[in-house]
């Protein structure tokens, strides 16, 4: 099982439309959480940290589940410039420094 | 204008070749790490330095090799030893070696060996 794992996508989503997806992670004693966003051939650019209690960013939102161990975030009222990858980022278990694991990436096509 | 840069964008390597990757940022971050992406596939980690003159191996180091002389500077040498160096490599850097630093990452290398 991998340690971080997304559903790879693609998701279509209408202009406007809301889109919401998951990545659950294998280890329960995982600190950080982190949604990084990928542009087709670029680098990953963090678009934000994943709190305990949830968190909003403008039109995105994530949530935490520890108990269920997942991440989600939602994009409320897409735009043509939503759509890239969008990478879940854990810190595992014992790794009190910054060893990330990176999921694979959800693709988001958002179309006019 | 603060950020990482990496060159070459493109390289292209004949097999037995080594081949070196430059890492520079001018943000004044000690640590400073090494990924290599392949298609379907997450970021894994080859090498992170945590402060000048210091390095360690990440997940997948066989086949690769890094220096740390200068803060600035973190080069990725591929050797020969690599058995499937094509891939998308890229380079980033943090404050420190934090879980809750944000890593900054450089534009990428995508190397291809012939």
């Known amino acids: 099982r991998k340690e971080v794992e997304q559903d790879p996508g693609p998701f279509n989503v209408p202009e406007g439309a809301t889109v919401a997806f998951n990545c659950t992670y294998s280890n329960s004693a995982s600190q950080s959480f982190f949604w990084y966003r990928q542009d087709c051939r670029k680098e990953p650019k963090l678009l934000m940290s994943v709190y305990s209690s949830g968190n909003e960013d403008g039109r995105f939102t994530a949530q935490l589940n520890r108990a269920s161990q997942y991440i989600s975030l939602l994009i409320r009222d897409s735009k043509l410039s939503d759509s890239a990858t969008y990478l879940c980022v854990v810190n595992m278990k014992g790794d009190s420094w910054g060893k990330l694991q990176f999921g694979a990436g959800t693709q988001v096509v958002v179309t006019p | 204008d603060g950020g990482i840069t990496q060159s070459p964008k493109y390289l292209f390597r004949k097999e037995g070749q080594n081949v070196t990757l430059s890492c520079e940022q001018n943000l004044n971050h000690d640590a400073m790490y090494w990924y290599r992406q392949d298609p379907g596939q997450g970021l894994r980690l080859i090498y992170y330095?945590?402060?000048?003159?210091?390095?360690q191996k990440g997940d997948i180091a066989e086949g690769y090799s890094v220096s740390r002389e200068k803060k600035e500077s973190f080069p990725l040498t591929v050797t020969s030893a690599q058995k499937n160096p094509t891939a998308f490599y890229l380079c980033a850097s943090s404050i420190t070696l934090a879980a809750n630093n944000e890593q900054f990452f450089g534009p990428g290398t995508r190397l291809t060996v012939l």
């Open positions: 330095s945590q402060i000048v003159n210091d390095f």
